[in-house]
């Protein structure tokens, strides 16, 4: 099993351009999530997902959306990307949620916006 | 609603020496704790996690933890260290029963174990 992966793993934007953060999970989970971490700031929930279609907005959801057709994979928009999205972002997934289960994190991606 | 206090951002200590990384919580429900750590240029793992029983919990790599609901806390601590656990380690919080809360983390702390 792969787990979750993620792409890419390092990429430098502009201000203003778009790109779109892959994930993707193998664990057949239902919950998918995404971080992003700062220096300092542990991780903050940007978007989560219940299930196929289903997603809803976490701590940071600004400057950001998602979208989630298939149980494996939760890909993560930039619309206009800012300096302040400089981060590094890690997507998460698990079984279920709201009993203690773990949640399995991919290897990042770290993001720099210039 | 909760939050996570982690007490030290850095813990500098020699190799072979017992360590305590400190955790501390606030919750108006009852909740789930977690130790996850993160070695360089790494996606975070799972080291170690409180649901219920014993407040004892025995992780990965020697590790464990104590869950202390009257002091709110949930410390982390390793009899002897060896280089190779130098990483950031965070503790997270969920409430039991918000499936729609993730988890809440820390701000981290880094362990730096040298010879």
């Known amino acids: 099993n792969a787990g979750v992966t993620q792409t890419p793993k390092f990429r430098i934007l502009k201000i203003g351009q778009s790109m779109t953060l892959q994930c993707t999970q193998d664990?057949?989970?239902?919950?998918m999530y995404w971080y992003r971490q700062d220096p300092g700031m542990g991780l903050k929930l940007i978007y989560y997902?219940?299930?196929?279609?289903?997603?809803d907005k976490g701590e940071v959801p600004n400057g950001y959306n998602v979208s989630r057709s298939t149980t494996e994979d939760f890909p993560l928009r930039l619309e206009l990307a800012a300096p302040s999205q400089t981060s590094v972002y890690f997507c998460?997934?698990?079984?279920?949620?709201?009993?203690?289960?773990?949640?399995?994190f991919g290897p990042g991606t770290r993001l720099l916006v210039l | 609603a909760q939050s996570v206090t982690q007490l030290d951002s850095q813990v500098p200590v020699f190799e072979e020496a017992p360590v305590e990384l400190r955790c501390n919580y606030s919750s108006s429900v009852s909740v789930y704790l977690f130790w996850y750590v993160q070695y360089p240029n790494q996606g975070l793992q799972l080291l170690l996690k409180?649901?219920?029983?014993?407040?004892l919990v025995k992780g990965i790599n020697g590790f464990e933890a104590e869950f202390n609901k009257s002091q709110t806390s949930f410390h982390l601590r390793k009899p002897s260290v060896h280089i190779s656990d130098t990483a950031e380690y965070f503790c997270a919080v969920s409430g039991r029963g918000q499936a729609g809360t993730a988890l809440i983390f820390g701000k981290g702390t880094t362990l730096s174990v040298s010879s």
């Open positions: 997902s219940v299930g196929a279609g289903i997603t």
């Open positions: 409180y649901l219920s029983g014993s407040t």
């Open positions: 664990m057949n989970h239902n919950y």
């Open positions: 998460a997934s698990s079984y279920s949620a709201g009993n203690g289960e773990t949640q399995y």
